[in-house]
């Protein structure tokens, strides 16, 4: 798990607890980025939980997930047991509120 | 009109200086790259190369040091418009390919421009009429002035709706709005005045003070407001989170 990044993990964890193909669940949690303003190359951890908690269950629900609320509590867990990069020093916020005198 | 002019050509100058020298001290104490990019970049474009440039175009009874003054003014260029390309690149494009090759791409076409312009028709014969190679900067500026704002809007767009989720810091939201109104401004300065330059309309002290008055204002408050921030303005924007930040 030390080299799979959190968006894989979240994948293949929809991939496991849903009939969504790997290539489906893929999209489906683009779709959920997309609308949190986030990119999957540099989404980390705490920002999938609260994506997992507020938006997925919607786009899983779209798509015939009837049970999704549970789907994503149960891997908000996992992922929260997992250990993934946290947040860049380099983002673009993290930049940004450094040049304004707050913290990276 | 000259008035409305250097208020709001000094007001960009001075913002320019005090907010760079803020950003170098900066990167002087953390040692990042993005602070002194931009530092670099306000410094040699706003504070130092705009008076720079200004202070060559009246000084046409003096052909010797209007010369060393133009071409002084292209080497500023050279490294401030290149370290705001490679700012851009860096902190919004970093992993793109793309992103890399217009930064360098950018700072080789500039730097093929003053070498072309030096070697012939050389800085007298740019001091004289201000054509040549070098006549072809403002298309520079632009780009690299409207590639700035474009991506700092993309990012703020992003930022807000991670906001409505809580997934972003509220100031620092602003603050990139800030900074692409900076430069968005900055560019349609630099805009309006190439289209009225390339008409053939003569840059008075009334088509100078409308154009370069009001957007030179916008353009340093928007700066100020993004790099030093009062703290009435910081909790203004608090207060006001959610409601367009």
């Not at chain 2, 990167?27 to 200004?54: C, F, K, Q």
């Not at chain 2, 217009?102 to 007298?124: C, D, E, I, Y």
């Not at chain 2, 810091?169 to 390339?198: K, N, P, Q």
């Amino acid at each position: 798990m030390a080299d799979a990044t959190a968006f894989d993990f979240v994948c293949a964890e929809l991939e496991r607890a849903t009939s969504l193909s790997l290539l489906e669940a893929r999209g489906t949690l683009r779709l959920a980025l997309k609308a949190a303003g986030v990119d999957a190359r540099s989404v980390t951890a705490p920002q999938l939980r609260v994506i997992l908690d507020k938006l997925l269950p919607g786009e899983l629900r779209k798509r015939g997930c009837d049970d999704a609320e549970n789907v994503c509590r149960e891997i908000g867990v996992r992922l929260g047991s997992g250990s993934f990069d946290g947040p860049t020093a380099d983002s673009p916020e993290a930049v940004f509120a450094r040049l304004g005198g707050g913290s990276a | 009109m000259l008035i409305v002019a250097a208020i709001g050509g000094g007001a960009f100058v001075l913002a320019s200086l005090v907010v760079s020298l803020r950003l170098l001290a900066l990167a002087r104490r953390t040692g990042e790259l993005p602070e002194l990019l931009i530092g670099l970049g306000l410094l040699l474009m706003g504070g130092v190369g705009y008076p720079l440039s200004t202070a060559a175009r009246l000084l046409s009874d003096t052909p010797s040091l209007q010369t060393a003054l133009f071409a002084f003014h292209a080497v500023l260029s050279l490294v401030g418009q290149g370290a705001v390309a490679v700012f851009t690149w860096r902190v919004f494009r970093r992993e793109e390919p793309w992103a890399r090759g217009v930064a360098l791409s950018f700072m080789a076409a500039l730097a093929g421009l003053l070498l072309w312009q030096t070697a012939a028709p050389g800085w007298r014969a740019y001091a004289a009429t201000q054509a040549g190679p070098w006549s072809y900067l403002p298309v520079c500026s632009l780009f690299v002035l409207a590639w700035a704002g474009g991506e700092s809007l993309v990012y703020h767009r992003k930022l807000k709706k991670r906001l409505a989720l809580g997934l972003a810091d509220v100031v620092t939201t602003d603050r990139l709005r800030l900074w692409a109104i900076a430069m968005l401004a900055a560019f349609t300065t630099s805009f309006v005045a190439f289209g009225l330059r390339s008409l053939g309309v003569e840059m008075t002290a009334a088509v100078t003070g409308v154009v370069v008055g009001p957007l030179g204002l916008i353009s340093a408050c928007a700066m100020w407001l993004a790099f030093l921030p009062p703290e009435r303005y910081v909790t203004w924007v608090l207060a006001h989170a959610g409601k367009g930040a």
